[in-house]
Each structure stands twice: as C-alpha cells, then as structure tokens.
C-alpha cells in the first residue's frame, strides 16, 4: 500500500512539475517575443535614420529647440555634458540609443521621426 501511495506522490509531484515547467517556459517565450519585436523595431528605425543624409542646418534648429536647455547654446554643456567630439566618443547607433532612450539620467528620451534624427546626427557631426 505504501508502495502506490510513493508512487501517486511521485505522479503528483511530475505533473505539478511539468505544470510549472510549462508555465515558466510560456512566459519566458513572451518575454523573449516582446524582446525580439522591440528590438527589431529599434534596428529598423536605426537603419532608417543611418541611411539618410541629414541637415546641419535643421539639425541645429532642431538642438536649439530641445537640448539647448541641458547643453548650452554652444553644445558645451549645462546640466548634459559637452557634445563636442561626441561623435569619437560614441558611433552613432549609440548616439540614436542615447537620444531615443535618455539612457543616462537626467536625460529625457525623446520621440524623434528619423529624419530628425538624421539631421540632429549631422550637426552633432559637426561639433567635432
């Protein structure tokens, strides 16, 4: 008698492990999906943005506008730190990560179309 109830138990406990197996693997995949869908929107809006030619021009309009604020009028920074040469401190996929992410406190992110981004990457361009 003791022999099936060892053996009900052990039924008991694989399925309560396959249960809780399946729903941590379900969850994961979600996770991964969500992940992969992200970051294949980020690369397509990056690849979007590197394959234009920006303005100097608007790209400066575009900074005196929105980051003026934080790094001066002159890019050498406020509270953000002076963009001069920032394009042989960072490529410019970081500089799109850092722009749209605000990956650095207390920098905002920012909705940017990619041509915007574009000019604002030649401007940056220029600063060096």
């Given at each position: 008698?003791?022999?099936?109830?060892?053996?009900?138990?052990?039924?008991?406990?694989k399925?309560?492990?396959?249960?809780?197996?399946?729903?941590?693997?379900?969850?994961?995949?979600?996770?991964?999906s969500?992940?992969?869908?992200?970051?294949?929107?980020?690369?397509?809006?990056?690849?979007?943005?590197?394959e234009?030619?920006?303005?100097?021009?608007?790209?400066d309009?575009?900074?005196?506008?929105?980051?003026v604020g934080?790094?001066?009028?002159?890019?050498?920074g406020?509270?953000?730190?002076?963009?001069?040469?920032?394009t042989?401190r960072?490529n410019?996929k970081?500089?799109i990560?850092?722009?749209?992410?605000?990956?650095?406190?207390?920098m905002?992110?920012?909705?940017?179309?990619?041509a915007?981004?574009?000019?604002?990457?030649?401007?940056?361009?220029?600063?060096?």
């Amino acid at each position: 008698m003791s022999t099936s109830s060892s053996s009900a138990a052990e039924i008991d406990f694989k399925r309560e492990f396959l249960r809780i197996f399946f729903i941590i693997f379900f969850v994961l995949l979600i996770c991964f999906s969500i992940f992969f869908v992200n970051h294949h929107e980020n690369n397509k809006y990056i690849i979007e943005t590197l394959e234009l030619n920006g303005s100097v021009e608007e790209g400066d309009a575009l900074f005196k506008i929105n980051c003026v604020g934080c790094h001066g009028i002159t890019a050498r920074g406020l509270v953000g730190p002076d963009l001069h040469s920032i394009t042989t401190r960072l490529n410019d996929k970081e500089i799109i990560k850092q722009v749209t992410g605000g990956l650095t406190p207390p920098m905002p992110s920012f909705e940017i179309d990619p041509a915007n981004m574009s000019n604002l990457l030649k401007y940056l361009h220029s600063l060096e």
